[in-house]
């Protein structure tokens, strides 16, 4: 399929409502992709050759790609790519297969023979793949994500006219694109959208990319600011990953400056990381697209945008929780731009691009509005119930996905959620229950397996734990979450204690795959110790405690360890510091049979 072909098959022939004429220019929707928020995921509705499927719309991917466990799912033959092709990305590298589907239905309209990449991890929050600019950059691309659209667009005779269309008031930011330096055969007829920028004065580049949940710019640039990892006010933000097997750590730090455009932001605070991204230096996500309507003008090769209000980086900060309002609530007034949705979908989706910019108290008044106008949509009131979590509100995210499940039983996801409230909560009989229907409905290569697998350990119920993590782990290969899965599969055998060599084995795979992780030799300690390798085994704990040092189980396994070692003191020491933090360490012990 060429891209020739695709614009043929999306065109509509529909003129953009608000579009105007600038002379004798005019700006055109030829496919409009309702797009739905799950988190700062923008996900699209597909159909696969009939199939429901969710694609995560990525700017910043210059092709269509698919998970090998989606492609499985959806029964697509694989065939080769190219000789020593391959693909990178925020996680490294990832080896490709190819995919064609016969019929990619989007935006209503059919499209037959559609080739995907086929590699990589899971893109996540039910997505089976994403949408890249073989699809997003065949026109002019249109991203208003507050809005819950993004619009594949024609500009006609346009040349130099300003492509600003939505708005007569609002200050504008235009930038030119930078065609790549290194194209391959798929970027040289795709290119994402790269511009510049500047960061503490230090020009950079950067990658427009809806894909990237957060904005990021690479730990190298951010060194060019005069900004590093020991810098004053920099403090670790946890791992990210992407495409590749690799998982990399961010921080967060303080930067006088970021502009880009005619848009400069002083005195704020940026992620990053030790991405290496080609062409670029930073990852504009999906936080800023959020808080700007963005126009990629690729008939122009430039960018305009202009800023919607609100936090412009999503550095995780803690909303404010407010009263929840009552069911019948008055419909929330639409902040400016903002068009007033006309029916339940409409009100689901910028239910989720408000909850997305952490605006949880509007995302629940329209959430309401949507479950009182499709009172029998099962969707709504799951969007409802996670809105709920997020205001730390139980009772009422159950009492949502009780009806979410009421409407349709059969929902691994909504099923697993409710599972883990009922673990929260000690409900254990009713969270088997959930698990195994979740379990009986999941297809095999669901990636909602490896959250079952660690729910399914909770309740050591240890067959059924394993059982998932090697289903999970058989269809995600490349997964950047691979050491996770293995160190869960670690644990669950060494709690149980059989197959220990096995459990060693995937415990020895978790810490090669991974930066050094607590928990990981937390694991392998106890697999050691089951074994009855105590110097290795007291070694493992120190290390998971250097990294941990209120690990109750750390303390307490090394000192069980230490005790069988001949070393009393010190482990009747480390077992006491260990019933300070858990003080029911000792009982759940001695129920797996780890004792002194």
């Known amino acids: 399929m060429n891209d020739k072909s695709l614009l043929a098959g999306l065109m509509i022939a529909i003129s953009l409502l608000g579009g105007r004429a600038v002379a004798a220019c005019t700006v055109s929707s030829f496919a409009t992709f309702p797009v739905t928020m799950m988190g700062t995921r923008p996900l699209v509705l597909a159909k696969i050759n009939g199939v429901e499927a969710r694609f995560l719309a990525d700017s910043g991917a210059f092709y269509g790609m698919i998970s090998p466990a989606s492609a499985s799912e959806y029964q697509l033959p694989l065939h080769p790519a190219p000789f020593g092709f391959y693909v990178t990305g925020v996680g490294g590298e990832a080896d490709v297969s190819l995919a064609t589907v016969k019929t990619l239905t989007l935006a209503d309209t059919p499209v037959p023979h559609v080739e995907f990449l086929v590699g990589g991890g899971e893109v996540g929050s039910g997505a089976v793949g994403a949408l890249g600019q073989n699809v997003l950059g065949i026109g002019d691309a249109d991203y208003d994500l507050a809005n819950s659209e993004i619009r594949l667009m024609q500009a006609r005779n346009c040349g130099g006219a300003t492509l600003v269309y939505w708005t007569k008031t609002l200050p504008y930011s235009v930038v030119d694109m930078i065609w790549p330096n290194r194209p391959n055969a798929y970027s040289q007829l795709t290119p994402v959208a790269v511009s510049t920028a500047y960061v503490n004065g230090a020009k950079i580049r950067v990658i427009f990319d809806t894909g990237a949940a957060t904005s990021v710019l690479s730990r190298s640039a951010a060194a060019r600011a005069g900004v590093k990892t020991d810098s004053p006010g920099v403090i670790a933000a946890g791992v990210s990953s992407g495409i590749g097997r690799s998982t990399l750590r961010t921080w967060i ?344």
């Open 253 to 596: 730090g303080p930067f006088a400056s970021f502009k880009v455009g005619d848009e400069e932001i002083r005195n704020t605070h940026l992620r990053f990381s030790d991405i290496d991204l080609d062409n670029a230096d930073m990852l504009l996500g999906a936080d800023f697209f959020l808080s700007h309507h963005v126009y990629v003008a690729n008939s122009q090769h430039k960018i305009y945008f202009t800023y919607n209000g609100g936090p412009v980086f999503n550095l995780s900060a803690a909303p404010q929780v407010l009263p929840n309002p009552a069911a019948s609530a008055p419909v929330a007034a639409a902040a400016e731009g903002e068009d007033q949705p006309k029916d339940a979908e409409g009100f689901s989706r910028r239910g989720e691009a408000r909850a997305a910019r952490q605006n949880f108290d509007g995302a629940l008044l329209d959430l309401d509005q949507a479950c009182i106008l499709a009172p029998t949509e099962p969707r709504y009131f799951y969007q409802r119930g996670v809105i709920h979590l997020e205001k730390r509100q139980q009772l009422l995210a159950i009492s949502d996905l009780n009806q979410a499940l009421k409407l349709k039983p059969d929902q691994p996801p909504v099923l697993v959620l409710r599972a883990q409230l009922y673990l929260a909560e000690h409900d254990a009989a009713a969270a088997k229950a959930d698990l195994d229907a979740a379990d009986a409905a999941a297809p095999k290569e669901a990636d909602v397996r490896l959250t079952m697998g660690s729910a399914y350990e909770r309740l050591d119920l240890y067959p059924q734990a394993v059982m998932q993590f090697d289903l999970w782990t058989r269809a995600h290969p490349g997964d950047s979450r691979q050491p996770q899965a293995l160190n869960g599969r670690c644990w669950t055998r060494a709690q149980w204690g059989q197959d220990l060599d096995k459990a060693l084995g995937d415990c020895n795979g978790a810490i090669r795959g991974s930066d050094k992780t607590a928990s990981y030799f937390d694991s392998r300690g106890l697999v050691r110790l089951r074994l009855g390798d105590l110097d290795r085994s007291i070694a493992d704990y120190t290390v998971a405690l250097g990294l941990q040092p209120k690990s109750a189980w750390s303390l307490y396994g090394r000192g069980v360890a230490e005790t069988k070692k001949g070393m009393i003191a010190q482990g009747q020491a480390d077992m006491a510091a260990a019933l300070v933090l858990r003080p029911k360490i000792a009982e759940e012990a001695k129920a797996r049979g780890i004792a002194p």
